[in-house]
């Protein structure tokens, strides 16, 4: 049917462009289908995602925190899907003319997803298995591009005899059968994926606790509106973490191994834990990445067991100064052991505010340790613990400019007046938290238009592990724009300093400030 005086015009831009998107689209949803069948295995799109998150330099990661806030994953699989979509289009295009070109830019891309599973540390499932979404995308996404190319010629040579001929109609039903395959493969993606571990979740009663916190004191709570609750509810937590699909750990088959510098290796279930003496615990976590002001603290009811305990059970041996704590993401802190064995309450948690972990917190189990920074001590999804020495080993953060050695430096922040509210004369009553853990606030001063400092009322306290509320009543407000800047000092006698210090390498410092009106 083709002749060699058949026009070798190219067929147009759009189906060549339409083409290379189909391909692409049509390997990816499969590729996504087939990891939401497989448990614990990432698709091709988050194991290119999880490199980009682990490759990037920690500035990077501070502008994404910064620009966008708990939305920075979703905001970088869409970069990776628009990316992705770009260069499978351009492939398109330019594989009218040049089929083999387009080919060869396609097997690269599956190559590159091929190679991204095969060092996704985020695997809670086999290697073999891990590289089975990226094949079947590269696999799928080459044979719908040979498919529909294939057509594209045919049409192109046949094009001058039959106008309606064989090429375009075939053109046509590659293209939707195509479709109907990617949207298949999205449909089963989004049925499957992440079922196991809410499914366990769902069936886990907890066990009462053998220590039981005491209840919390009145008075915690300074009863000024749009001050933050003095304990979160699990929705508000702040969530941090690498985990671009929060890891899909169902209890049953969990465990916790607990090696290293060690007389007893441990290895413990979900059941051995909710059998030992579980104790209740309120306490604040904090992350380093929280700018003066921000939102990455929050306060909760933990429910577990003390690492202290489990630590004895195993028996340290002399010279270990650290474990090393890994996720079923593997992804690693470094805490300091004293911190994980003297008197504060460090714990081995399976409850938060009376449920078992929320899946995003860390389910089936996750690690607390008071007055620490969450990426040196808070490991969500806890498997493994190793009893070690810092010179042997760095954690997940420790290896990208933050300093293994991280306990929060206590800070304060006003939740009331919000930027630029606006209060009535005699409504200018102010509030928000502040927070030393396991030192405990002392005091909590204001300062209005940067006049001199006055004591604030603090809300009672708790525990010298929790945040502190605080509250001031302006009594003598004057009409106009105002400043309010606070600082804390603990019971150390430590006040906070004005000085500004960055996020990186462990922690901010400095004074919040915000500015409000008066009417
Ligand atoms: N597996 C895993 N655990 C992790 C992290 C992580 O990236 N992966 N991030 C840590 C950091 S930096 C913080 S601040 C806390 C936050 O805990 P949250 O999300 O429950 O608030 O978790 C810690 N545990
Ligand atoms: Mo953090």
Not at 257 to 274: A, C, T
Not at 427 to 445: D, H, L, M
Request: proline content about 5%; glycine content about 10%.
């Amino acid at each position: 049917m083709s002749t060699t005086t058949a026009s070798r015009a190219a067929a147009p831009w759009w189906a060549g462009a339409l083409a290379g998107f189909l391909a692409a689209a049509s390997g990816v949803a499969a590729g996504t289908a087939v990891a939401a069948l497989l448990q614990g295995v990432p698709s091709p799109i988050e194991s290119v995602g999880n490199r980009a998150i682990d490759y990037a330099p920690p500035f990077l990661k501070e502008f994404a925190v910064r620009q966008f806030g708990t939305a920075d994953k979703p905001v970088l699989i869409g970069g990776v899907v628009a990316a992705l979509a770009l260069l499978a289009v351009v492939a398109g295009i330019v594989g009218r003319r040049r089929p083999r070109v387009a080919i060869g830019a396609v097997a690269l891309i599956g190559a590159v997803a091929v190679v991204c599973a095969a060092i996704d540390r985020t695997t809670t499932a086999s290697r073999a298995l891990t590289l089975v979404p990226s094949i079947v995308t590269a696999v799928v996404s080459l044979g719908a591009l040979v498919l529909l190319l294939g057509n594209l010629r045919a049409r192109e040579q046949a094009a001058a005899a039959h106008p309606l001929g064989l090429g375009r109609r075939g053109f046509l039903k590659a293209s939707l059968g195509i479709t109907a395959l990617a949207l298949v493969g999205g449909v089963v993606g989004r049925v499957f994926g992440d079922a196991a571990a809410a499914a366990s979740r769902a069936g886990i009663r907890l066990p009462r606790a053998a220590t039981v916190a005491p209840p919390v004191p009145s008075g915690v709570e300074v009863g000024v509106s749009g001050v933050s609750d003095y304990l979160t509810p699990n929705r508000d937590f702040y969530r941090v973490d690498t985990a671009l699909r929060i890891p899909d750990v169902p209890a049953e088959g969990w465990r916790l191994r607990i090696h290293g510098m060690v007389d007893r290796e441990l290895n413990l279930s979900y059941r051995d834990l909710m059998g030992m003496a579980l104790e209740e615990h309120r306490v604040t976590l904090t992350c380093v990445s929280n700018e003066v002001g921000g939102p990455y603290v929050g306060n909760a009811l933990w429910l577990g067991v003390r690492t202290a305990t489990l630590l004895k059970m195993a028996g340290v041996q002399a010279g270990a100064n650290a474990i090393k704590s890994t996720s079923a993401d593997r992804w690693t802190a470094g805490t300091p052991l004293e911190t994980v064995t003297d008197d504060r309450n460090a714990m081995v948690a399976i409850g938060m505010n009376g449920e078992p972990l929320p899946l995003a917190h860390g389910f089936p189990a996750r690690l607390v340790v008071p007055g620490l920074y969450g990426f040196v001590s808070a490991t969500k999804w806890l498997t493994d613990i190793e009893v070690t020495r810092f010179s042997d080993f760095k954690g997940y953060w420790t290896t990208r400019d933050y300093t293994a050695l991280a306990p929060i430096k206590f800070s304060s922040r006003i939740d009331v007046p919000t930027s630029f509210q606006t209060f009535d004369r005699d409504k200018a009553r102010f509030g928000g938290v502040a927070w030393a853990q396991t030192v405990g606030i002392a005091r909590v001063e204001v300062s209005i238009d940067k006049g001199d400092w006055v004591e604030a009322t603090l809300g009672a306290e708790d525990n010298t592990e929790t945040w502190r509320q605080w509250s001031y009543r302006w009594d003598d407000a004057t009409p106009g724009n105002h400043q309010l800047t606070i600082r804390a000092t603990t019971k150390d006698g430590d006040t906070q300093t004005s000085d500004r210090a960055p996020i990186r390498p462990n922690g901010t410092t400095g004074w919040h400030s915000v500015q409000f009106r008066v009417e």
